[in-house]
Structures are given as structure tokens and as C-alpha cells.
């Protein structure tokens, strides 16, 4: 496994262990993996000949506000991990290998980058795709993985590589929760253990949804209102949004007739959470 730190060797190295035609994977994250990623990773382990992880707290997602400083990191403990996984290069580059002196240009998805996540973390995802551009033009990729965990993020993604021409496969994996319910998360680390156990709720909610949807209800109003009522039975959960939306335009349905994104952001105590699931 090569962990490279430049663009200059991230480049060298790609085209040192993948000549054509090996068909190279990347996985971007921010690093403190788990099991979800570790998915990914798994993934692209059996589908590409070469496997590029990238490891990049990337400051322009994140507001003034949020945890940037304190985003959990643990690279000795994640490149033993990705060792483990048979990756073949790790790309951690520091900040300022990212960002130079001087950087100037970003990439803006629009509409989709305005609703739920968007409205709720302004220029969120401005970093976002900026930062997966610069990796997709870096690594130069057949294939990117990205879990649906984070739903808006791989729907905004989808439409940067199809609208800007990337020649990439965008791959969306299924999201990887603990035995409870509760999605992997980077941020489950900031949980107490009483937020833990009331992180649950999140899940259990969604779960309430997909019951009433199974049971007939195409009222996406009864939809959220049934998930609001399960949080609410929380004391310790706060609803940032709860949201029934197209699953690819994200526009707020009224009725569930087509395929549908049942979306929420929940504060638990002090560590804001987010999960989803698909209707359809
Ligand atoms: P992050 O490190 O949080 O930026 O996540 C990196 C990638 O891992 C993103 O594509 C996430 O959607 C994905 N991911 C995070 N948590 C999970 C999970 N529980 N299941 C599946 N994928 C996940």
C-alpha cells in the first residue's frame, strides 16, 4: 500500500500501478472509518484492478460553527484498516496541498445544492463538489463510491459528473448501520451514552415511515408527520428537517407515487445526525 500526500505523487502513483486497461476505484472520505466505508472500500477491491482511498477533512464543507477542528481523526488507526482491506493507494494530503495560497475557483451545484443539507449548511455543498472534483481530476478514476448514507451528497454528485462531463461511474452502496438501527457515522463518536441509546430514534422513525408507506399511505404530509410524532417521543432529539422528496430532484412531494427520499437531520444532545431511506 502506497500513502502518498501530493497531487505531484498521487499522479506518479496512479499511473505507476494502474496502466491501461486497469480500471482504478476511489473512495473518498474524511477518514476515521468504519464499517461504512470500509464497504465501499470492499467494493471497489472486487470490482477495480486498482484501489485509491482518499483521507481529507475537507475544511470547505464544513460552516463557521461546526466541528471542523474537532471532526474525529485517527490516521494510524485507518491506514492499518485500509491495509487490512488490500488498498492499494492511500491519498491523504494536508490542507494546504488542497487549498493553496491563493485558490480561488470552486464548483457549484445549484438547485440540489439548496434544499435539506443545503438549506441547513449553507455552502456545504460548494465544498463538496468542489473537493470530489479536484479528486476525480487528481486520481482520474473509472469508478467513485459513495454511500447513500449520505443521500443528497451522491444525488449532487451524480449530477457534477453528468453535467460537467466527468468520466466517471458514480456507484451509490447501501448504508451500513449497527445492530440497532443506527447509521455509521463518524460523528456516532461524539455520542454519550445515553445520546447513544437515543440515537436510535432516528432509525426507528424512518422505519415508522417505510411501515405506513407499506401499508398503503401515499400522503407524504402523514409520511413526515408520523415521523415527527416518533422523534418527538425522544426528549433528548431536536428535528433540524424532515423531508419526503423526490429521489432524484429533491423537490417536497405531496404524494408518494414515485420513487421517494424520506430524509431527516436530528440533533442529539450537542451532534447533529443524519439518515434517510429509500421509497420506492
Ligand atoms: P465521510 O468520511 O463521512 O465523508 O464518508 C465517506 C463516504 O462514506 C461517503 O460516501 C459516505 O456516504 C460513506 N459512508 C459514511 N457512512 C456510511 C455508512 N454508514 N454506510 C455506507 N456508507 C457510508
Not at 8 to 24: F, S
Not at 92 to 105: A, H, I, K, L, S
Not at 163 to 182: M, Q, S
Request: glycine share 6%; proline share 6%.
Amino acid at each position: 500500500m502506497r500513502v502518498v500526500t501530493t497531487v505531484a505523487d498521487m499522479r506518479r502513483a496512479r499511473q505507476e500501478t494502474a496502466g491501461p486497461p486497469g480500471r482504478i476505484g476511489l473512495v473518498p472520505t474524511m477518514g476515521a472509518l468504519h464499517e461504512g466505508h470500509l464497504s465501499l472500500v470492499r467494493h471497489a477491491r472486487a470490482a477495480d484492478d486498482t484501489v485509491v482511498v482518499s483521507i481529507f477533512v475537507n475544511p470547505t464543507q464544513f460552516g463557521p460553527g461546526e466541528d471542523y477542528a474537532r471532526y474525529p481523526r485517527d490516521p494510524d488507526r485507518d491506514l492499518a484498516l485500509l491495509r487490512d482491506l488490500s488498498t492499494d493507494i492511500v491519498f491523504m494530503p494536508p490542507v494546504e496541498e488542497v487549498y493553496p495560497q491563493g485558490f480561488d475557483t470552486y464548483v457549484l451545484v445549484e438547485k440540489l445544492a439548496q434544499v435539506l443539507e443545503g438549506a441547513q449548511r449553507p455552502g456545504h455543498f460548494r465544498g463538496v463538489a468542489t473537493v470530489v472534483a479536484k479528486l476525480f481530476n487528481v486520481v482520474q478514476p473509472h469508478r467513485a463510491y459513495f454511500g447513500q448514507k449520505d443521500a443528497q451528497q451522491l444525488v449532487v454528485i451524480r449530477r457534477l459528473a453528468r453535467d460537467l462531463d466527468l468520466p466517471v461511474e458514480v456507484v451509490g452502496l447501501p448504508t451500513v448501520r449497527e445492530p440497532d438501527g443506527l447509521a455509521m457515522s463518524s460523528r456516532n463518536a461524539y455520542l454519550s451514552a445515553e445520546e447513544r441509546r437515543a440515537a436510535v430514534v432516528l432509525y426507528r422513525s424512518l422505519e415508522a415511515a417505510q411501515e405506513l408507506w407499506r401499508s398503503g399511505v401515499r400522503d407524504a404530509a402523514l409520511i413526515r408527520r408520523r415521523i415527527t410524532d416518533v422523534l418527538a417521543a425522544e426528549p433528548l432529539a431536536r428535528v433540524d428537517y424532515v423531508s419526503v422528496a423526490d429521489a432524484e430532484t429533491l423537490e417536497e412531494l405531496e404524494t408518494v407515487e414515485r420513487p421517494a427520499l424520506v430524509s431527516l437531520a436530528v440533533r442529539i444532545g450537542g451532534t447533529r445526525l443524519i439518515d434517510n431511506l429509500a421509497l420506492a
